[in-house]
């Protein structure tokens, strides 16, 4: 899975407490990516960063946030879970070295969480 | 604003068979477009992209995909199909401009029959 790790891998946690996960990658890209996917849905963008300290929304960022302080690490927070985020988080990252390069991405190998 | 679809939910196919997964897009300009697989409890992996030039772009496990500007189509294809095949996979697009983002279709399952 291209040097990127999720942790947790799997997580059960209840109605409105707070959750983190993480993305770590060993790769020094510059581009990183939290998506979540759902059935009939796909893959939705939620955040993604295009640098340290520099993130921007995706589609479906109510209820996220996220944070960049090193090149190697992505964090997503759910303020205050509910039972809509339940899903399968991946994390992906892009090269940057030509606009072309940074157009593939490659994917994590995702945190299943559960929000009861 | 920029689409995809991927018109079949499931596709069934025989060992040995070839094999098509369809994907139509929509983007105002020229497109990126991009295949991904995902095997079971794995991330996506890439499997091949068009960007510009040869509309047969050929990618990781003898897939090919063909861009067809006119019908608004990249199909990916595969000559003869293994059971190893099975799994689910993801078309997506992003279109010219630097505030685009990239977009994935809703996946088609491919079950390889032996």
């Known amino acids: 899975d291209a040097g990127i790790t999720q942790s947790p891998r799997h997580k059960v946690t209840e109605t409105g407490t707070p959750v983190t996960l993480r993305c770590h990658q060993t790769?020094?890209?510059?581009?990183m990516y939290w998506y979540r996917q759902d059935p009939g849905h796909g893959l939705r963008l939620i955040h993604y960063?295009?640098?340290?300290?520099?993130?921007d929304k995706g589609e479906v960022s109510d209820g996220y946030s996220v944070s960049r302080s090193k090149t190697e690490d992505f964090l997503l927070t759910l303020e205050s879970a509910t039972s809509s985020q339940t899903s399968v988080y991946f994390c992906?990252?892009?090269?940057?070295?030509?606009?072309?390069?940074?157009?593939?991405?490659?994917f994590g190998p995702g945190t299943r969480l559960l929000v009861l | 604003a920029q689409s995809v679809a991927q018109p079949e939910d499931q596709v069934n196919v025989a060992e040995g068979n070839p094999l098509t997964v369809k994907c139509t897009y929509s983007?105002?300009?020229?497109?990126?477009l991009f295949w991904y697989v995902q095997y079971p409890n794995r991330g996506l992996q890439f499997l091949l992209k068009?960007?510009?030039?040869?509309?047969l772009v050929k990618g990781s496990y003898g897939f090919e995909a063909e861009f067809n500007k006119s019908q608004t189509s990249f199909h990916l294809k595969k000559p003869s199909a293994l059971v190893s095949d099975s799994a689910l996979y993801f078309c997506?697009?992003?279109?010219?401009?630097?505030?685009?983002?990239?977009?994935f279709g809703k996946g088609t399952r491919l079950h390889i029959l032996p």
């Open positions: 983007v105002s300009g020229n497109p990126y």
């Open positions: 790769e020094n890209h510059r581009y």
């Open positions: 992906a990252i892009s090269e940057t070295s030509t606009r072309d390069s940074q157009e593939t991405q490659y």
């Open positions: 997506a697009v992003r279109g010219p401009n630097r505030d685009d983002k990239i977009i």
């Open positions: 068009y960007i510009t030039g040869d509309n």
């Open positions: 960063s295009y640098g340290v300290k520099d993130t």
